[in-house]
C-alpha cells in the first residue's frame, strides 16, 4: 500500500494519499492546508485518485477540498451528520479568526457500504462524539480484514478528541473509541488527523483518557 502523509502549520492536521502499488488508483484523506504537498505526492507517485474521502468536517480537514477538487474532478464523500458543520467552513473560520471559502459540495454522503481503490477495500465505520458525524475509514486489501485505521480527531496517540465543539459528546466519543475502534483488533494501526501514527492495542493499554473511562464504567 501507498501511503503518505502531510501536514502544515497552523493546524498540523494529517493529510493521507493511499494508493494501490499495483493499479496506481488511489483516495485522498482530509485534504487541508497542505492540499499542495498531498497534490505533489499524486503527482510523484503518477497515482489516479478516486474520490476525495473526509473523516469530519472540521475547517482543519477541509480547507483543501477546493483546490483538491479542481485538480483531480472526483467526488467528494462526507457523513451527513457532519452536514451542518460542512456548509458552515467559513464560520468555523471566523471562530479561529481566520477566513477561509466554502468547500465545493458534498457529492456522495458515506451509507457504510464499502468503497474499493485498485486491490483494496475501505470500510466506513460511524464514530460520532467529536462531532456528530465522525467516521473511521478502515482499509485493506480487499476481503481482508483491514489494518489501517484513519480515525480523524476520534483517537490520538494517548489522546482523545475535544468534544467541547458544536456537536461534541464525551459519552459518545468513549462508546467510539472502545466499542467500535477497540473491535477492529489490537494490531490495527491507527493514523490521527493530527500527531504521530499508533495502535488499537497500545491505545487500549496505555491512553490515559481510556484507562480512566474504563476504570469507572
Ligand atoms: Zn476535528
Ligand atoms: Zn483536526
Do not use: W
Amino acid at each position: 500500500m501507498i501511503l503518505e502523509t502531510r501536514a502544515v502549520a497552523p493546524f498540523y492536521k494529517n493529510g493521507f494519499v493511499v494508493g494501490c502499488e499495483r493499479t496506481h488508483e488511489a483516495i485522498l484523506i482530509d485534504p487541508g492546508d497542505e492540499v499542495d504537498e498531498l497534490l505533489g505526492a499524486i503527482r510523484d507517485y503518477e497515482v489516479n485518485v478516486r474520490y476525495i474521502l473526509l473523516t469530519h468536517a472540521h475547517l482543519d480537514h477541509v480547507t483543501g477540498v477546493g483546490a483538491a477538487k479542481s485538480a483531480l474532478d472526483v467526488p467528494v464523500y462526507l457523513h451527513h451528520d457532519d452536514l451542518f458543520l460542512y456548509d458552515r467552513v467559513v464560520e468555523q473560520a471566523t471562530m479561529f479568526g481566520m477566513k477561509a471559502v466554502q468547500p465545493p459540495p458534498v457529492d456522495v454522503f458515506y451509507d457504510l457500504t464499502p468503497l474499493y481503490f485498485g486491490d483494496y477495500e475501505i470500510n466506513v465505520h460511524h464514530t460520532p462524539g467529536h462531532c456528530p458525524g465522525g467516521v473511521c475509514l478502515q482499509i485493506g486489501a480487499t476481503g481482508k480484514t483491514g489494518q489501517d485505521l484513519f480515525v480523524g480527531d476520534t483517537l490520538f496517540a494517548g489522546s482523545i478528541g475535544r468534544t467541547d465543539l458544536p456537536g461534541g459528546d464525551y459519552a459518545t466519543l468513549m462508546r467510539s473509541i472502545t466499542q467500535v475502534l477497540f473491535a477492529l483488533g489490537d494490531a490495527a494501526v491507527v493514523h490521527p488527523g493530527h500527531g504521530p501514527d499508533t495502535t488499537i492495542g497500545r491505545e487500549r493499554a496505555t491512553n490515559p483518557f481510556v484507562l480512566e473511562y474504563l476504570a469507572k464504567s
